[in-house]
Structure formats: C-alpha cells, structure tokens
C-alpha cells in the first residue's frame, strides 16, 4: 500500500491551488467548450459550435503553431451539470473554457476556471453580473449584455417617438432588471407606462395578458422573454392580430430561431439583435460564405457571435506568441477588433465587456435562398448610448 | 368575459391530455409518467403531417392513430409484463419511456423549433363586442367540450364503458367473467396516449412544437388528475376547468402568483380530500 505522508498531500493541495498560469508547451491548444445541446436552450450550443469550427478552420486549424483540439461538453441548460462537464474538461488541461449559453452556467464556469487561471470566452450569455458584479480577470465578453439589449429597446423607442407602452417581463431577476431599466429610462423621458406584469418563466398560456395589452391603449409593448416563452408569447399574439394595433418588441425577443417557431405571427416584431448574415463588411461576407458550404444554412445570431468572439480571441493569443495565459488576458483585455462580423468592436479593460453598435431588426419575409422568415436590420445605435460607463 | 373564456381553452386543453392519465391510472393502476412524452411525440407527428400534407386536419387524425398504436406497442412489448410487480418499475418504467421519446424525437426532429399554423378558417380573432379571442381558442372549447361528452357517454352508456370501469374496480373478477382483460388494458393504454397526441396537436397552433413541451404540461395534468381523484373522468373533466380557470383569471390578476396559486389550491384539495374532490366512497362487504 503506497503510503502519502500529510506533508507531502498538503503540498500537492498547494500547488494545485497556486497553480501557474503557464505551462510547458503542449501537443495542442485544447477549447473546452460547454454549450448546451440538450434542454431548453439545446439548438443554442450547436451555432455556436458551428461558428468555433469555422473560426478555426478559417485560420488553417492552428493557434502558436500547434493544432487547436476543440473538446465539446452539454450542460442540459443546467448550471450543475456545466460545472461537473468543467471540472472534468480541467483534468484534461483545457488551455481555456469556451461558453455556456445559459448565464448561471457561464458563472458558474467562471468561479472554477478564475481558480485555475483559465480564460473563459463567453459570446452567448447577457446576464451583466458576467462582466459586473462577478467580473473575472480571466473571463471576457465578445457579444453585447443585457443592459445593451434593454438599452437598444430605448433608444428604439426614443427614436420614434412612441409615448405610452406596455411591460411584460418574466419573473427572473434579469428580465425585471431589464424591464425596469427601459421603464426608468422613458419613465424620466415623459413616456406613459400603461402597464406591466410579471408572469413565471415557462408560463405556458399568454392570452389573458395579451388580451390585456391589448385593452391598455398602448403603442407598443416591450415583451423581455426569451426561448419558448418568447415564442409562445408571439404565437399567440397573432393569433388575435395584436401586432396590428400595439408594436411587439424585446431586448432579445426575436431571431431567426423564434421566426421559425412563430410562422407567420413574427412578421412584423421588431428586436435588438446581436448580429445578422446580412451585414455588409468582408468579414462577415466571407464568414457567411463559409458557413453555408459548411453547414448549408446561414447562420444565426449565436453562431455569428460564437465565431467573432472565437476568431478575435484565437488571433490575439496567436500574436502573443506565448503559452503563458496571463499574457494573453493582458492583450485581449486591451484590444480592438477592426473588422469583426459587427463591425468595430472594443475590449473594455476594465470590464472585460466588448462594446460594439446595437442592432435594431424587424421580422420580415426573405426572398429565396434566404430564410422564409429574416430579420431585417433597421437601425443601429453607438455602443457609447447603449453600454453603461465602464466601472 | 375573454378571461373565462381563455380560461376555458385551457381547461379543455388539460382536459384532453388529463383523461387519458387518469383512464390509464384507473384501469391500469400505472402513473404514466411518459404521457407528457405522447403529448409532444404527437405534437412532432402532427407537425410532420401537415408538412407533407399542408392539412391541420389530417395532422389532427392521423397523429393520434399513429401514437395510440405505438401506445399499444409499448403497453404490450413493456407493461405488460410489469402488472404483477411492485408499481414501482412500472413507475421507472415510464419515466425510461419518457427519456427513449425524447431521444427519439431529438433525433428524427432535431432541436430547432416547429410550428403548426392554424386553418385559416380558424386563423382569425373573433369579435363580440368588447370580448376579442382568436376563432382557434374558441374551437378548443368546442372540440374539448365534444371529447369530454364522447368519454362521458362511452363510459357511462356503453357496454364498453361498463367493462372498463369494471375492470378498473377488479380486474381479476373482470376477468374470471371470461373478459379478456389484457387486451382491454392495451386498448385503454392506447386510447389514452391517442388522447395525449391530440392534445398535442392541438396545442400546438397556439405553442412551440419544441422537446421540453411535454415536461410542464405534465405538472399540471397531474394536479388536475389528483384535483379530480386519480382513475375519475368526471373529476378529470373538473379538475381541468378549475386549474385552467385558475390559471385565466391569475394571469388577469395577479400574473406573478400564478403558479403559486394554482399550486396552493393543490395543495389544499390534498389536505383536505386527498382523494380529489369527486371521489366516491368504495363500498365494503
């Protein structure tokens, strides 16, 4: 029986906890990327995992001159499950965590990767404790928060002039968050709040509060759900043609996801979104046109965010020409992205929050080879009147 | 008005789903947790039908024929052999069956979402004075109401109906009688997953055709099943109404207390006629 003295186990506890930020040179840099596939978010992690695998073919599948090993884990949209996936994903010397989609997992991910000094590159979740409250030196966000989405519904709003609206937020803290930042934002603008209500999330039936915005006088209702309440939220009003009378929008309320869960209720809802296809700059040309030969489809917004945020990230750590991780947090938390898919993107040091333009879309019908149902970008607004200052 | 109306809808939704649970428990003494797995499997059915068809209405009958032979399938190839044994495995049986569904359908459907359009003739709201509702609730209603009476009717004036409650009652009897009573088990099985799959479809105009419809739906099911009294379809019939009127005029409200409205009233119909509130007194020699 081989004996361990206490010493020598309190040693190694040590060094485990203390563990350096570099390490020798390995075979190849290893992505652990914990999406989710499975759950009420499952279609979310396969874009993203398809926007990684063209950010790292696009650059010959090499980062620092080594084969980069994209290792995949599903979370089933649940936290505890995303920190059992990584903790085993850190027994295989991951160089970084990429992910999750739903924010709970990503701050889970976050607490254990910041122990091992792991970067974690997060394009998906918008929950703004990730780059607030529970900031991390190791964690960075490629894609907008929460706060700019719900910012993006205001300056919309401001825009054309809308006075009186409506309020629908699931019960979450970062739904009413959301809500109460847009209600405070026009409230202090003269705008007339008709109403609001606060339904559980996974609220099945939408009639009753739809029947109720409809009744409110309203112009527009600002719905801040997202997945299958979102959705069922649309569906069913169409289904009493309340996008005739009242505007339907949202932070995070439509893309070309919900477009297709909606049918034919989407067309007309309008929403912030994060990216679409049909932006015009080379990158995103060039990106599209390799998605489509990968994957026949265009990609959605998760997939051009996760590949953005891949492909910036994979760029700065290749020009450190280090494997030490600190070196590549210090580039990455200064850098700017010329030319990313949304145009110029900035690494706020101070955050780790990346600041771009919100886009502003409306549902629409494509015309062939596009989706049946697109999203078509409106308008977009300066990354200075959407992210808070920087804290 | 529209509220109660709303609420009826969906009442007349749960109830769909609802009956079929509690006619399998009755007759079966099997808690069903794969219903809510018929109920999506038959909404993804229905979905595939109209695609190939561009009909609502095919979709609406030949998903639940679909679904209630492989009902049957299950009940003789799985619970069959189950019946002598502790409810136990019956239970983690179901539940098994619940995870084969959903892998199944991840893998014939995929994770995007789907969606069925209402007929058009159904597509528009209704206006009557100051109620406005869209002409598909209003179906519901209608079409729930017609099950309800249907069940009613073949339970309690048919001959058929006479066997199954009696069966339900004490099936070895049932069966001493010269009744076959396994494969009146499988054609109760089958009708109440067939139930479910309808219940699919038709919900799935007003929700999104996606993998995790079946688990939320269930909760409510079983309230509704408890609420009633297990294996009673008039207490089904009930129980419905009442979670889904619950429901209505909780979002009309009080939006934030909806669940847990809905839940203290479970709670206080187990507390005080853990029954359910139509169960009758068993007579004892």
Known sequence: MVSISRRTLMAGAASLLVAPAVAAEPDSFRIGGIVSFSGAYGIIGQSMRRGVEIAVQERGGKVLGKPIEAMWEDDETKPQVAVQKATRMMSSNVQMFFGAVISPSTLAIMKLAEQRKLPVLVTASADDRITGADKSRYAFRTSGNSYSENMSVVQHLKAVGTKKIYGVAADYNVMRDGWSLVKQQLGASGVEIAGEDFPPIGTGDYAVIIDKVRGSGAEAVVVVLTGNDGVTFVKQAGSVGLNDKVRIMGPNLMDELVEKAAGAAALGVQSAIRYHFTLQNARNQRFVESYRKAFNDYPDPFAGEAYDGMAWWLDVVDKSGSWDRDKWVDAFEHSRREDSVDGLKTMQACDHQAVSPGLWAEAVKGAPPMPELTMKVLDTFPPDVIYAACR | ?285
């Open chain 2, 1 to 285: 008005m529209t509220t109660l109306l709303i609420g009826l809808s969906l009442g007349m939704l749960l109830l769909l789903l609802s009956a079929g649970l509690s006619l399998i428990f009755g007759m079966l003494g099997v808690v069903n947790f794969a219903h809510g797995g018929f109920y999506m499997l038959g909404a993804y059915m229905g979905f595939q039908i109209a695609q190939w068809t561009g009909n609502f209405w095919l979709a609406l009958v030949i998903s639940p024929l679909v679904i209630a032979a492989a009902g049957a399938a299950v009940e003789v190839l799985t619970l069959r052999p189950l019946y002598g044994r502790d409810p136990v495995y019956q239970m983690l049986l179901t539940f098994g069956i619940v995870l084969l569904i959903y892998e199944a359908t991840r893998t014939l459907w995929g994770l995007e979402y789907h969606s069925i359009a209402a007929p058009p003739v159904l597509a528009a709201a209704v206006h009557m004075g100051s109620i406005e509702i869209s002409a598909y609730r209003l179906f519901i209603i209608g079409f729930g109401a017609l099950v309800a009476a249907a069940l009613f009717v073949v339970l309690e004036r048919t001959p058929m109906g006479v066997l199954i409650r009696a069966a339900s009652a004490n099936s070895a009897m049932v069966a001493c009688l010269g009744v076959d009573v396994a494969k009146l088990r499988t054609g109760v099985f089958a009708f109440g997953t067939g139930l479910a799959a309808l219940g699919g479809v038709i919900a799935a105009p007003i929700s999104p055709i996606q993998l995790e419809m079946g688990f939320a739906i269930l909760i409510d099911c079983f309230m509704v099943v408890v609420i009633g009294g297990l294996g009673n379809i008039r207490g089904a019939v009930a129980g419905a109404l009442l979670i889904g009127l619950i429901r209505a005029f909780g979002a009309r409200y009080l939006a934030q207390w909806i669940d847990v409205l809905t839940y203290s009233v479970f709670v206080l119909v187990l507390l005080t006629r853990p029954r359910g509130l139509f169960a009758t007194a068993e007579r004892h020699a």
